[in-house]
């Protein structure tokens, strides 16, 4: 797996902060990383303001410039073209996102498109990292409300299985051709078999969408279309 930090997750692996043990980890587990161009001068901007801030930490932060110069040049680096700011720029409009912020996204796209293997998305925002999930990349490192999510899942099971898989796999293509992200639902509901893991893995899933009625938008999570199928008996609940 290919390990794209944004520019709060490759800070983390610099200097001490909360979070940077577990980016440690997942980047000891990577194939490689990877970096959007302007990850540069967001972590340089980022050491800059920190120094200002804690004058103290001045030689941590020195020798915190000193590693990601010498590292830089082992990165996958992923460059920022015309095509890929314009991406981000319906990525802005789309997730609601800062513009730094949905360029570190297309990046990450970008690279999840061309990499030919899976490429994990390694970020300190929700937002983004949430967007990130909605474009079909796993969080890296596994955020700690999921974590918690699936020990919770382990002792409290609330078991389903498929009644009619034909439909459900008829969903996800659909909305996968009509570039929906409601089609990972589906996926994860395929793949799952507890109501508990299914919200692990895309319990933060939230998308607008306009009503077929009253063209108002509303919004579609894990939940609402768990419990849509249940009403419809695409599925159904097992002791």
Known sequence: MILFCDTSALVKLYLREDGSEAMQVAAAGASALAVSRIAWAEAFSALARRAREV???????????????????NYMVVEVTQPLVEQAGDFAETFALRAYDSIQLASAVTLHHGAGEEVGFACYDNRLRKAARVLGMRDQPEPQDRLQAK?????????????????????LRRYKDLGDPRWLLFEALLRCTTYEEYMAEVGGFEHEIPSRGTGKP?????ENCYNYLMRNGRIEEVA
């Not at 004058?55 to 040049?73: K, N, S, T, V």
């Not at 919770?152 to 008829?170: C, D, F, N, P, T």
């Open 151 to 171: 020990e919770r899942a382990a002792h409290e099971q609330r078991g389903y299985r498929i009644v009619k898989e034909a439909s459900l796999r008829a969903s």
């Open 55 to 73: 004058p103290a930490d001045e030689p941590a932060i020195e020798l915190a410039r000193q590693r990601m110069r010498g590292h830089w040049r």
């Open 218 to 222: 509303w919004k579609a999570t894990a």
